[in-house]
Structure formats: structure tokens, C-alpha cells
């Protein structure tokens, strides 16, 4: 099943009642439907973006709904609330769809605005069909629909030497307190029991990074996520107690999954490994406590991430970072164990999501590149590690700080018996640099995370 997503960009002028001043104001959204726009069908969808009314308002995070129906009720009605000076407000109007007159009709939205049901101001908006129409159009995708709880069933089918991995990270916005959840089944190569296993910690910005692990223990094959030692990880719940630690969260996805290495890969594993989020950006809502301490959760961002394939890299890094606005970043640099790609560099697998696109648009150009121009680079170390890259138009660079006060080291071993290390934090620093070219490098966004990215270092 498919949704559709696209952008739009409006222009125009608002008065307040009461108030002779005109105002000019701008929406910059983003509609998502998880059915195919159909024009001659009602279509509903969901709509987020930044609305800026001059001297009034400059809200980023404004989210309503839209309902597109062009031929069945000729109209496409927009309803959009968002916050102006301290005040809730909400915009409702509509374009009247006339054949009469197609292009005004499309174009023009006449809106009122209100506050707890009454009305405050009214105004006008409109499309800017010669700056963006092109930009409209070229903005329409349509994504796969897809069940983030189909990607939590394991997958493990009696093979011995292999590894799956269940793994939340997360923030708490009020605290910034890193948490981390790693459920593991390993199947030995020589045959033998699979045993589960796995760790909670937590990270504080200030104060002793914490840890538990929990079993090893028998892997009673349960249909739904992780289960074994008292510890449960499925789709949209996590709860489980190991030593003084304790934790019941659930899990609310926010946004489609996306695919660190090639899509394929989960689908057929004929690389070593494969990794995926069942969903790019998702909240967490409930308690985690170290004994010492009880966060309670509300919306705190994260996600929760799949690994399947024969055990650890060679040496590798790992982010995940939350860039706001629905964007993120998820980055796996790493060396193979096996013997001819343990002697070339680490190869690189970036997926940036910014502004409802993925980019690079395949996950394979960041790790092959395309006729030479592509290829990522990164320089794997402690207490910083990078990436940069380049395709056609764009570049990155991305530096990632691990402090060492914040970085926890755990050992554990592989299926064929190897032991592995992880360093892990997840209180990180990040600095990301996306630049574009317009006739020179230009700067097209950068974000700064001070102590809530998520990042790992590890070798075996």
C-alpha cells in the first residue's frame, strides 16, 4: 500500500478584528496521506509545517489537517492550528474549486482565523504559481505504507551463526538523559542452544553512567519481538527488570521506516548484515529507573532499530541523530570481518531524511558511489570519529564526539565464539553540515546536538 506525501509553500495577508493592521503571512507544509491522492475521491491528510505571520508569529511545529477534494465536493479545506504569541490559534479555510476558474479557484484560500471557537481575524492566501509550482510538483511522493510491528517478529530460522539484535534508544526532553535497550539472540556457529541476552543503561549529562544485563537465558521463540529473562521488547512496548533496573514504555512510531543498508538486504541477507529502523522517528511515553532514579517519560524522541545478520564488524561506528522537523540522520560505518573486505576502508551507509526525502536516494551510493563521485569516508576513532561525502549536489560532513565520561564499554561475544566490544553513549555531541552546489558550495542546513545524539563505537 502507498501513502502520498508533498510540500506546499503559501503567501498572503491576515487582520486581526480590532486591528487595522495588515499582516502578511506565510505557511511552508508538509501533507502526508496514507492513501494515493485521488483527484476525483475525497482524500484526507495529515499537514505540519512553520506558519510566520509578521509580528505576530513564527510557529515550526503547526500541524492540522487537510482535505483534498477537487471534483467530488470542489473544494480543498485546510485546517491548521498553531501558536501566536502565546496564543492558540487556528486557521480554517478552503479553496472553492469552479471550472469556471481553474487556476484562481486552486490558487486563492480565504481562511478565518479563531481562537477557542470564536472568531479573531480573517485573511487570504495564495499559491505562488511562478516560483512554486515546479517546486510543488516535484515535491509529490509516493511512499510505501508499511506496518512498523511487521518488522519486530524474528526473524531467525534455526541457522546456526547468526546474531539479531532489538535495540531502543532514546532522550528525555525534560532531563536529557540518554536511555538504551539492547535485546540480542545469538545462535552459535557450532550448533549449539540459541541464547538471548542483552543490557539497559542510562546517561545521565551529569553523574555515573549506569548499566544491567540480563541473562543469558534458553530463546523460547516467541512469535512477537524479543522475550526471554523477564525482559519483553515488541512493536509499540517495552517493559522488562533486570537488577535495579525497571522499565514499561510504549512506543509511538512518527514516521515511515526507513533502511540503513539497501532495502533488499532485510528482504534476501546476502551481505553480512542488515539494518533497518521499523520507524525513522518514533516517542516513548512511561518509567525507566536505575534504582537510583525514575525518569518518567512523555514524548521523549527516539527509535527503535532491527539488526540481522552473522555477528559484529570488524570494527564499526554508529549514529542515530534526531535533527527536529522530522528529519534524522542514521549512519553505520564499518569494516567486515571477512577476509577481503576486512582490508579496504570502512564502507559507509548514510541516510538522511530531510524535508520528507531521503537522501542519498539509494542507500548504496554512500558505500559504492556512482562513476567515481560518491563513495563515503570515515575516520573511526574515540572520543571523535567522522563522515564526509559527496554526490553530485550535495556534500556532508559529520563529526560526532563521545566523551569519555559519558561513553559506557561493554564486552560480549559472537557467534563464532569472537569477543566484541562496544562503546557506547547515548549523550553524544554531533555537528552535521549539508552543503549544496549552486555554482560553489553553499550551506543548505546544519544542526548541532550538544548531548543528545546517539552514537557507538566498537571493534572485536
Not at 481553474?102 to 481562537?115: G, I, K
Not at 531502543?168 to 541476552?197: F, K, M, N, Q, Y
Not at 533497518?276 to 512523555?298: C, I, Q
Request: some cysteine.
Amino acid at each position: 500500500m502507498r501513502g502520498t506525501t508533498f510540500t506546499e509553500s503559501m503567501l498572503g495577508t491576515v487582520r486581526l478584528d480590532g486591528d487595522d493592521r495588515v499582516r502578511r503571512i506565510r505557511l511552508d507544509l508538509r501533507a502526508e496521506s496514507d492513501e494515493v491522492l485521488r483527484p476525483h475521491r475525497t482524500t484526507q491528510a495529515r499537514i505540519d509545517g512553520r506558519v510566520r505571520v509578521s509580528g505576530l508569529a513564527d510557529d515550526p511545529e503547526a500541524t492540522g489537517e487537510l482535505e483534498i477534494s477537487p471534483l467530488a465536493r470542489r473544494r480543498i479545506r485546510y485546517r491548521l492550528t498553531f501558536t501566536a504569541d502565546g496564543r492558540h490559534l487556528t486557521l480554517d479555510g478552503w479553496k472553492s474549486v469552479t471550472p469556471r476558474h481553474p487556476v484562481t479557484s486552486m490558487t486563492v484560500l480565504p481562511f478565518t482565523l479563531y481562537e477557542d471557537g470564536a472568531r479573531v481575524g480573517q485573511g487570504t492566501l495564495r499559491f505562488p504559481v511562478a516560483t512554486g509550482l515546479a517546486p510543488f510538483l516535484l515535491s509529490f511522493r509516493f511512499p510505501r505504507r508499511e506496518d512498523p510491528a511487521a518488522y519486530a517478529v524474528p526473524r531467525w530460522d534455526g541457522t546456526p551463526g547468526r546474531t539479531e539484535v532489538w535495540y531502543t534508544t532514546l532522550t528525555d526532553p525534560a532531563t536529557r538523559t540518554g536511555v538504551w535497550l539492547h535485546h540480542e539472540l545469538v545462535t552459535p556457529t557450532d550448533g549449539s542452544a540459541p541464547v538471548a541476552h542483552g543490557w539497559a543503561a542510562v546517561f545521565p549529562q551529569e553523574g555515573e553512567v549506569r548499566h544491567v544485563r540480563f541473562g543469558p537465558a534458553p530463546w523460547p521463540e516467541p512469535a512477537e519481538g524479543f522475550s526471554a529473562a523477564g525482559v519483553d521488547a515488541s512493536a509499540g512496548r517495552l517493559t522488562g527488570s533486570a537488577g535495579d533496573f525497571d522499565w514499561d514504555l510504549t512506543e509511538q512510531p512518527l514516521s515511515a521506516p526507513l533502511f540503513t543498508f539497501p532495502r533488499w538486504s532485510w528482504r534476501r541477507p546476502l551481505l553480512p548484515a542488515a539494518h533497518m529502523l521499523p520507524a525513522a522517528r518514533a516517542t516513548y511515553d512511561g518509567t525507566f529507573s536505575d534504582g537510583k532514579n525514575t525518569l518518567t517519560l512523555r514524548a521523549a524522541p527516539g527509535a527503535s532499530a532491527r539488526i540481522h545478520g552473522h555477528g559484529n564488524a570488524h570494527r564499526w561506528a554508529w549514529l542515530h541523530a534526531d535533527l527536529g522537523d522530522s528529519d534524522v540522520l542514521e549512519v553505520i560505518a564499518a569494516v567486515s570481518t571477512r577476509p577481503v573486505l576486512r582490508r579496504l576502508p570502512p564502507l559507509v551507509f548514510l541516510r538522511l531524511r530531510y524535508r520528507g526525502r531521503e537522501w542519498p536516494r539509494r542507500a548504496e551510493r554512500s558505500a559504492v558511489g556512482l562513476l567515481g563521485i560518491g563513495r563515503f569516508r570515515a575516520r573511526i576513532g574515540l572520543p571523535v570519529w567522522t563522515v564526509t561525502g559527496r554526490t553530485l549536489l550535495r556534500r556532508v560532513r559529520v563529526e560526532v564526539t563521545q566523551p569519555a565520561e559519558r561513553t559506557l564499554a561493554l564486552d560480549y561475544r559472537d557467534p563464532d565464539g569472537a569477543e566484541a566490544v562496544c562503546r557506547n553513549s547515548e549523550s553524544a555531541d554531533a555537528t552535521i553540515l549539508l552543503e549544496r552546489w549552486w555554482g560553489r558550495w553553499r550551506s543548505e542546513a546544519s544542526w548541532t546536538l550538544q548531548g543528545t545524539a546517539h552514537a557507538e563505537v566498537g571493534d572485536r
